[in-house]
Protein backbone atom coordinates (compact mmCIF):
# COMPACT_ATOMS: atom_id res chain seq x y z
CA UNK A 1 0.00 0.00 0.00
CA UNK A 2 1.00 3.64 -0.21
CA UNK A 3 1.06 5.73 2.77
CA UNK A 4 2.71 9.06 3.07
CA UNK A 5 5.93 9.63 5.05
CA UNK A 6 6.84 13.25 6.40
CA UNK A 7 10.17 14.95 5.31
CA UNK A 8 12.53 16.15 8.13
CA UNK A 9 12.93 19.58 5.80
CA UNK A 10 10.61 20.57 2.88
CA UNK A 11 12.05 19.05 -0.66
CA UNK A 12 13.47 22.03 -2.92
CA UNK A 13 13.72 20.30 -5.78
CA UNK A 14 10.22 19.44 -5.40
CA UNK A 15 9.20 23.27 -4.41
CA UNK A 16 10.97 24.23 -7.96
CA UNK A 17 9.19 21.28 -9.75
CA UNK A 18 5.85 21.55 -8.41
CA UNK A 19 4.57 24.58 -10.46
CA UNK A 20 6.60 22.69 -13.85
CA UNK A 21 4.27 19.65 -13.08
CA UNK A 22 1.25 21.93 -12.39
CA UNK A 23 1.03 23.21 -15.43
CA UNK A 24 2.09 19.81 -17.32
CA UNK A 25 -0.94 18.56 -15.40
CA UNK A 26 -3.23 21.62 -16.19
CA UNK A 27 -2.25 20.73 -19.82
CA UNK A 28 -3.36 17.47 -19.93
CA UNK A 29 -6.04 17.50 -17.84
CA UNK A 30 -7.72 20.47 -19.63
CA UNK A 31 -7.19 18.80 -22.75
CA UNK A 32 -9.10 15.74 -21.73
CA UNK A 33 -12.24 18.77 -20.48
CA UNK A 34 -11.69 20.57 -24.19
CA UNK A 35 -11.87 16.87 -26.03
CA UNK A 36 -15.56 16.22 -23.66
CA UNK A 37 -16.79 19.07 -25.32
CA UNK A 38 -16.11 18.20 -28.57
CA UNK A 39 -13.00 19.77 -29.26
CA UNK A 40 -9.94 19.16 -30.40
CA UNK A 41 -7.40 19.20 -27.64
CA UNK A 42 -4.36 19.83 -29.50
CA UNK A 43 -5.35 22.58 -31.50
CA UNK A 44 -7.62 24.07 -27.86
CA UNK A 45 -3.65 23.74 -26.46
CA UNK A 46 -1.97 24.97 -29.26
CA UNK A 47 -4.69 27.87 -29.86
CA UNK A 48 -4.38 28.79 -25.89
CA UNK A 49 -0.62 29.09 -25.47
CA UNK A 50 0.68 29.82 -29.25
CA UNK A 51 -1.80 31.93 -30.97
CA UNK A 52 -0.69 35.02 -28.89
CA UNK A 53 2.96 34.59 -29.04
CA UNK A 54 3.53 33.53 -32.25
CA UNK A 55 0.21 33.08 -34.42
CA UNK A 56 -0.98 35.54 -37.11
CA UNK A 57 -2.35 38.10 -35.40
CA UNK A 58 0.73 37.94 -32.08
CA UNK A 59 1.58 41.74 -32.97
CA UNK A 60 -1.91 42.28 -31.43
CA UNK A 61 -1.98 40.47 -29.04
CA UNK A 62 1.16 40.57 -27.58
CA UNK A 63 1.00 44.10 -26.23
CA UNK A 64 -2.12 42.71 -24.09
CA UNK A 65 0.19 40.18 -22.22
CA UNK A 66 1.45 43.71 -20.43
CA UNK A 67 -2.14 45.00 -19.98
CA UNK A 68 -3.89 41.53 -18.24
CA UNK A 69 -0.20 40.74 -16.46
CA UNK A 70 -0.04 44.26 -14.88
CA UNK A 71 -2.78 44.00 -12.54
CA UNK A 72 -2.23 40.24 -11.77
CA UNK A 73 1.46 41.17 -10.60
CA UNK A 74 0.52 43.95 -8.51
CA UNK A 75 -2.00 42.42 -6.61
CA UNK A 76 -0.02 39.32 -6.30
CA UNK A 77 2.59 40.54 -5.13
CA UNK A 78 0.86 42.34 -1.96
CA UNK A 79 -1.07 39.17 -1.64
CA UNK A 80 1.97 36.91 -1.33
CA UNK A 81 3.50 39.30 1.79
CA UNK A 82 0.75 38.49 3.96
CA UNK A 83 0.53 34.54 2.45
CA UNK A 84 4.20 34.24 3.50
CA UNK A 85 3.06 35.66 7.25
CA UNK A 86 0.35 33.53 7.72
CA UNK A 87 -2.64 36.25 6.89
CA UNK A 88 -5.28 35.03 4.40
CA UNK A 89 -6.35 38.30 2.25
CA UNK A 90 -8.77 36.32 0.13
CA UNK A 91 -10.89 39.68 -1.03
CA UNK A 92 -8.49 41.44 -2.73
CA UNK A 93 -11.07 41.74 -5.73
CA UNK A 94 -12.94 44.35 -3.32
CA UNK A 95 -9.60 46.41 -2.34
CA UNK A 96 -8.86 46.49 -6.77
CA UNK A 97 -12.92 47.95 -7.14
CA UNK A 98 -12.40 50.18 -4.40
CA UNK A 99 -9.41 51.55 -5.67
CA UNK A 100 -10.38 52.13 -9.07
CA UNK A 101 -13.47 53.77 -7.69
CA UNK A 102 -11.67 56.14 -5.32
CA UNK A 103 -9.16 56.98 -8.01
CA UNK A 104 -11.28 57.64 -10.57
CA UNK A 105 -13.60 59.90 -8.40
CA UNK A 106 -10.82 61.82 -7.45
CA UNK A 107 -9.93 62.26 -11.56
CA UNK A 108 -13.57 62.72 -12.61
CA UNK A 109 -14.06 65.66 -9.51
CA UNK A 110 -10.94 67.59 -11.57
CA UNK A 111 -12.57 67.22 -15.46
CA UNK A 112 -12.06 68.65 -17.25
CA UNK A 113 -8.91 70.22 -15.77
CA UNK A 114 -5.50 69.65 -17.36
CA UNK A 115 -2.73 70.15 -14.83
CA UNK A 116 0.00 67.54 -13.85
CA UNK A 117 -0.96 66.89 -10.38
CA UNK A 118 -4.11 64.73 -11.38
CA UNK A 119 -2.85 61.79 -12.31
CA UNK A 120 -0.60 61.49 -9.01
CA UNK A 121 -3.49 62.21 -7.03
CA UNK A 122 -5.53 59.97 -8.84
CA UNK A 123 -3.11 57.19 -8.24
CA UNK A 124 -2.58 58.25 -4.23
CA UNK A 125 -6.32 58.05 -3.65
CA UNK A 126 -6.68 54.81 -5.67
CA UNK A 127 -3.88 53.57 -3.29
CA UNK A 128 -5.93 54.81 0.15
CA UNK A 129 -8.91 53.55 -1.56
CA UNK A 130 -7.44 49.74 -1.19
CA UNK A 131 -5.55 50.17 2.18
CA UNK A 132 -8.74 51.54 3.66
CA UNK A 133 -10.73 48.85 2.16
CA UNK A 134 -8.16 46.22 3.62
CA UNK A 135 -8.24 47.85 6.75
CA UNK A 136 -11.72 46.63 7.62
CA UNK A 137 -10.66 43.03 7.99
CA UNK A 138 -7.31 44.31 9.64
CA UNK A 139 -8.85 46.17 12.41
CA UNK A 140 -11.62 43.61 13.45
CA UNK A 141 -8.77 40.84 13.17
CA UNK A 142 -6.48 42.49 15.73
CA UNK A 143 -9.47 43.81 17.83
CA UNK A 144 -11.95 40.87 18.13
CA UNK A 145 -10.01 38.34 16.78
CA UNK A 146 -12.43 37.65 13.53
CA UNK A 147 -11.47 36.09 10.26
CA UNK A 148 -9.63 37.84 7.96
CA UNK A 149 -10.53 34.92 5.25
CA UNK A 150 -14.66 35.68 5.89
CA UNK A 151 -14.59 39.39 6.10
CA UNK A 152 -12.36 39.67 2.87
CA UNK A 153 -14.02 37.76 0.96
CA UNK A 154 -18.05 38.90 2.28
CA UNK A 155 -16.58 42.80 1.30
CA UNK A 156 -15.52 41.56 -2.02
CA UNK A 157 -19.48 41.60 -2.96
CA UNK A 158 -20.20 44.77 -1.24
CA UNK A 159 -17.89 46.40 -3.35
CA UNK A 160 -19.43 45.05 -6.04
CA UNK A 161 -23.12 46.61 -4.90
CA UNK A 162 -21.06 50.06 -4.69
CA UNK A 163 -19.60 49.82 -8.25
CA UNK A 164 -22.80 48.94 -9.60
CA UNK A 165 -24.18 51.78 -7.37
CA UNK A 166 -21.30 54.36 -8.72
CA UNK A 167 -22.14 53.38 -12.09
CA UNK A 168 -25.74 54.18 -12.20
CA UNK A 169 -24.95 57.58 -10.13
CA UNK A 170 -22.83 59.19 -8.31
CA UNK A 171 -19.70 58.56 -11.07
CA UNK A 172 -22.82 58.29 -14.17
CA UNK A 173 -21.36 60.19 -17.07
CA UNK A 174 -23.80 63.28 -17.12
CA UNK A 175 -23.48 63.73 -20.95
CA UNK A 176 -23.94 59.71 -21.53
CA UNK A 177 -27.63 59.67 -22.77
CA UNK A 178 -28.68 58.08 -19.32
CA UNK A 179 -26.33 54.99 -19.71
CA UNK A 180 -24.39 53.68 -17.02
CA UNK A 181 -20.90 54.09 -16.69
CA UNK A 182 -18.40 57.00 -16.01
CA UNK A 183 -17.01 59.24 -18.50
CA UNK A 184 -14.05 57.26 -20.83
CA UNK A 185 -10.66 58.47 -18.69
CA UNK A 186 -8.74 57.81 -22.17
CA UNK A 187 -10.61 60.83 -23.28
CA UNK A 188 -9.29 63.09 -20.33
CA UNK A 189 -5.31 63.06 -21.43
CA UNK A 190 -4.20 64.31 -17.48
CA UNK A 191 -6.57 61.56 -15.77
CA UNK A 192 -5.34 58.56 -17.87
CA UNK A 193 -2.60 56.09 -17.80
CA UNK A 194 -1.12 55.33 -21.21
CA UNK A 195 2.28 55.70 -21.67
CA UNK A 196 2.39 54.41 -25.25
CA UNK A 197 -0.56 52.20 -26.06
CA UNK A 198 0.30 50.40 -29.45
CA UNK A 199 2.59 48.12 -27.02
CA UNK A 200 0.56 48.19 -24.13
CA UNK A 201 2.54 49.93 -21.65
CA UNK A 202 0.90 52.11 -19.59
CA UNK A 203 2.02 52.89 -15.77
CA UNK A 204 -0.08 50.32 -14.41
CA UNK A 205 3.13 47.68 -15.68
CA UNK A 206 5.77 50.81 -14.50
CA UNK A 207 4.14 50.04 -11.12
CA UNK A 208 4.11 46.21 -10.72
CA UNK A 209 8.08 46.21 -12.29
CA UNK A 210 8.58 48.45 -9.23
CA UNK A 211 6.39 46.19 -6.47
CA UNK A 212 8.74 43.35 -7.84
CA UNK A 213 12.11 45.22 -6.97
CA UNK A 214 10.77 46.48 -3.60
CA UNK A 215 9.32 43.54 -2.46
CA UNK A 216 12.38 40.77 -3.36
CA UNK A 217 14.54 43.36 -1.39
CA UNK A 218 12.00 43.83 0.99
CA UNK A 219 11.60 39.94 1.89
CA UNK A 220 15.66 39.13 1.54
CA UNK A 221 17.30 42.71 2.67
CA UNK A 222 15.11 44.04 5.28
CA UNK A 223 14.19 43.41 8.94
CA UNK A 224 10.55 43.63 8.29
CA UNK A 225 11.24 40.57 5.47
CA UNK A 226 12.43 38.61 7.85
CA UNK A 227 9.79 38.63 10.35
CA UNK A 228 7.10 38.04 7.56
CA UNK A 229 8.91 34.93 6.89
CA UNK A 230 9.44 33.96 10.25
CA UNK A 231 5.78 34.55 11.41
CA UNK A 232 4.50 32.45 8.37
CA UNK A 233 7.26 29.51 9.05
CA UNK A 234 7.50 29.48 13.06
CA UNK A 235 4.69 31.69 14.67
CA UNK A 236 5.99 30.76 18.09
CA UNK A 237 9.74 31.70 17.47
CA UNK A 238 8.04 34.57 16.05
CA UNK A 239 7.06 35.86 19.26
CA UNK A 240 9.86 35.05 21.11
CA UNK A 241 11.48 37.05 18.61
CA UNK A 242 9.42 40.10 19.37
CA UNK A 243 7.77 39.94 16.58
CA UNK A 244 4.31 41.87 16.72
CA UNK A 245 1.60 40.30 15.68
CA UNK A 246 -1.01 42.97 15.43
CA UNK A 247 1.51 45.24 13.61
CA UNK A 248 2.29 42.61 11.16
CA UNK A 249 -1.30 42.30 10.26
CA UNK A 250 -1.93 45.43 9.77
CA UNK A 251 0.92 45.78 8.00
CA UNK A 252 0.56 43.29 5.56
CA UNK A 253 -3.39 43.45 4.95
CA UNK A 254 -2.55 47.36 4.60
CA UNK A 255 -0.08 46.99 1.59
CA UNK A 256 -2.13 44.39 -0.05
CA UNK A 257 -4.85 46.66 -0.23
CA UNK A 258 -3.31 49.73 -1.17
CA UNK A 259 -1.11 47.68 -4.20
CA UNK A 260 -4.64 46.27 -5.13
CA UNK A 261 -6.27 49.46 -4.97
CA UNK A 262 -3.62 50.75 -7.48
CA UNK A 263 -4.01 47.82 -10.02
CA UNK A 264 -7.79 48.88 -10.31
CA UNK A 265 -6.87 52.64 -10.57
CA UNK A 266 -4.40 51.64 -13.17
CA UNK A 267 -6.83 49.61 -14.99
CA UNK A 268 -10.21 51.95 -15.05
CA UNK A 269 -7.54 54.66 -15.98
CA UNK A 270 -6.18 52.99 -19.06
CA UNK A 271 -7.47 49.77 -20.55
CA UNK A 272 -10.73 50.05 -19.16
CA UNK A 273 -11.59 53.21 -19.16
CA UNK A 274 -14.43 54.22 -17.35
CA UNK A 275 -15.83 53.19 -14.50
CA UNK A 276 -18.77 50.54 -15.36
CA UNK A 277 -20.87 47.62 -13.53
CA UNK A 278 -18.84 44.97 -15.48
CA UNK A 279 -15.37 46.96 -14.62
CA UNK A 280 -14.15 44.21 -12.43
CA UNK A 281 -13.29 40.40 -14.28
CA UNK A 282 -11.73 38.68 -11.68
CA UNK A 283 -8.26 39.98 -11.56
CA UNK A 284 -7.95 39.83 -7.43
CA UNK A 285 -9.20 36.15 -7.47
CA UNK A 286 -6.73 34.90 -9.86
CA UNK A 287 -3.64 36.69 -8.55
CA UNK A 288 -4.46 34.19 -5.22
CA UNK A 289 -3.08 31.66 -8.06
CA UNK A 290 -0.55 33.64 -9.19
CA UNK A 291 1.19 34.25 -6.25
CA UNK A 292 1.31 30.32 -5.51
CA UNK A 293 2.12 29.51 -8.53
CA UNK A 294 5.20 32.00 -8.34
CA UNK A 295 5.72 30.36 -4.87
CA UNK A 296 5.37 33.61 -3.32
CA UNK A 297 8.47 34.86 -4.83
CA UNK A 298 8.60 38.25 -6.57
CA UNK A 299 10.02 36.91 -9.11
CA UNK A 300 8.20 33.53 -9.83
CA UNK A 301 5.06 35.61 -8.98
CA UNK A 302 6.44 37.83 -12.47
CA UNK A 303 6.74 34.84 -14.82
CA UNK A 304 3.62 33.02 -13.37
CA UNK A 305 1.53 36.35 -14.47
CA UNK A 306 2.80 36.22 -17.29
CA UNK A 307 1.12 32.24 -18.04
CA UNK A 308 -2.28 33.66 -16.47
CA UNK A 309 -2.19 36.56 -18.87
CA UNK A 310 -1.29 34.12 -21.42
CA UNK A 311 -4.26 32.22 -20.49
CA UNK A 312 -6.79 35.24 -20.41
CA UNK A 313 -5.46 36.20 -23.87
CA UNK A 314 -5.53 32.72 -25.54
CA UNK A 315 -8.81 31.91 -23.82
CA UNK A 316 -10.44 34.80 -25.52
CA UNK A 317 -9.00 33.76 -28.74
CA UNK A 318 -10.01 30.04 -28.59
CA UNK A 319 -13.47 31.19 -27.47
CA UNK A 320 -13.85 33.52 -30.31
CA UNK A 321 -12.29 30.67 -33.04
CA UNK A 322 -12.82 27.50 -31.51
CA UNK A 323 -16.52 28.13 -29.69
CA UNK A 324 -14.71 27.01 -26.08
CA UNK A 325 -17.38 28.32 -23.31
CA UNK A 326 -15.87 30.88 -21.03
CA UNK A 327 -16.28 28.57 -18.32
CA UNK A 328 -14.82 26.02 -19.99
CA UNK A 329 -11.28 28.32 -20.21
CA UNK A 330 -12.65 29.54 -15.89
CA UNK A 331 -12.24 25.81 -14.67
CA UNK A 332 -9.31 25.23 -17.23
CA UNK A 333 -7.18 28.50 -15.54
CA UNK A 334 -8.25 27.08 -11.84
CA UNK A 335 -7.06 23.58 -12.41
CA UNK A 336 -3.96 25.54 -12.24
CA UNK A 337 -3.98 26.21 -8.46
CA UNK A 338 -5.90 22.72 -7.68
CA UNK A 339 -2.88 20.88 -9.34
CA UNK A 340 -0.58 23.27 -7.40
CA UNK A 341 -2.03 22.64 -4.20
CA UNK A 342 -2.20 19.21 -4.75
CA UNK A 343 1.33 18.38 -5.77
CA UNK A 344 2.90 20.57 -3.41
CA UNK A 345 1.90 18.05 -0.79
CA UNK A 346 4.89 16.23 -2.34
CA UNK A 347 7.13 18.84 -0.99
CA UNK A 348 6.17 17.86 2.69
CA UNK A 349 6.01 14.24 2.36
CA UNK A 350 6.92 11.28 0.05
CA UNK A 351 5.31 8.19 -1.06
CA UNK A 352 6.33 4.94 0.47
CA UNK A 353 4.99 2.02 -0.81
CA UNK A 354 4.46 -0.54 2.46
CA UNK A 355 3.82 -4.34 1.95
CA UNK A 356 0.49 -5.16 4.44
CA UNK A 357 1.48 -8.36 6.28
CA UNK A 358 -0.95 -10.75 7.05
CA UNK A 359 -2.17 -11.99 10.32
Known sequence: MIRLEKRPQPSRAWSLATPLLAVAATMIFGGLLFAALGKNPFVSIETIFWEPLFGEFSFYYRPQLLVKGAPLVLIAIGLSLGFRAGIWNIGAEGQYIMGALTGAGVGLAFYPLEA????????IAGALGGWAWAMIPALLKVKFGTNEILVSLMLVYVAEELLASMSLGLLKNPEGFGF????????YAAGNSWIQQDIGLHWGVAAAL???????????RHMLGFQIRLS????????????NPARLILLCLGLAGALAGMAGLFEVAGPAGQVSIDFNVGYGFTAIIVAFLGRLHPLGILLAAALMALTYIGGEIAQGNLGLPAAAIQVFQGMLLFFLLALDLLTNYRLRLTVREGN
Request: charged share 15%; glycine share 8%; net charge positive.
Open 116 to 123: WYVFPLMV
Open 180 to 187: PGSRNLND
Open 210 to 220: IAVIFAYILLN
Open 232 to 243: GEAPRAARFAGV
